[in-house]
């Protein structure tokens, strides 16, 4: 079967594949879900390993995935993981793997992720104080993800990257402090708006910190310098730390939007391909592949999804709609 990319109609070409492995998270930031948690995926919804590593392979081998990034939910609450790593990785040496994580399993799951070809992972930190993290999570879980981030150092998972949101009157005075513990560390720190995919939808753009609030928190303690390196497709904005070699991100994705240099495409948990994060339309892979359709017809169905993305998210738009389904249901 012939090399077919994944180019939209705006001439933008998806290498970088984001793959939801499970909607379901043990944690509960307020942020993305309720106290309770969501009504789960059914299982007969969740596409099979097999059929992951399927859809994976379609995309390295035919439609020219280079990264590919594991998503939830949190993806260590999937038991296949490590077995989807290896599989993965088989499909290429030079293809990039990584995973977004709240790292409480990583302790215990690093090594292994290692040996099956894991390159390194993200971890989703808000905080590194312990009563704030219980606030934030609902989860008193926060020495288990420092364990899970030395872990992944010490299993070369590295560059070990932390992501972090900040929250109006829970976490916002917080940002020097860690970005303090993560150069300490040896992590990159990434600081993401907090982005209207929240299963509650009670987010209003008053309410984010904004990309400017977070600079402005940073330069009170430290002397930032633009990277020298451009970005490319890279949604952070990199900066020296007080002359380097430490680094601190920020990925303005309502306020500084880098929708023109988009090369994601993201499947979900049960099967759907998404052209863009905040879309409103998914194209169903698990029906098809289910109903026996080829890799071939399983590749077109792909490449025509791609053609209806968007030139961009739209959230400044009047009639911007947020997604149905949750970042925890679309994966990140």
Known sequence: MALTLLEDRYGRVATDLRVSLTDKCNLRCSYCMPEEGLDWLSNDKLLTDDEIVRLIGIGVEHLGIEEVRFTGGEPMVRRGLVDIVRRTRALGPDLGISITTNALGLARNATALAEAGLDRVNVSLDTVRADTFREITRRDRFHDVVAGL????????????????????????????????????????????????????????????????????LERSFTLTPASEPRGSAPAELFTVDGGPGTVGVIASVTRPFCGDCDRVRLTADGQVRNCLFAREESDLRLAMREGASDR????????????????????????????RPMSAIGG
């Open 297 to 324: 017809e399983l590749a077109d169905r792909w490449v025509i999804a791609m053609r209806g993305k968007l030139a961009g998210h739209g959230i400044d738009d009047q009639s911007f709609l947020q997604p149905d």
């Open 150 to 217: 030395a872990a992944a150092q010490q299993a070369g998972l590295g560059p070990v990257k932390v992501n972090a949101v900040l929250l109006r009157g829970q976490n916002d005075d917080q940002a020097a402090e860690l970005l303090a513990w993560c150069l300490e560390r040896g992590y990159e720190l990434r600081f993401i708006e907090q982005m209207p995919l929240d299963a509650q939808h009670g987010w209003t753009r008053e309410g984010m910190i904004t990309a400017d609030e977070i600079f402005a928190a």
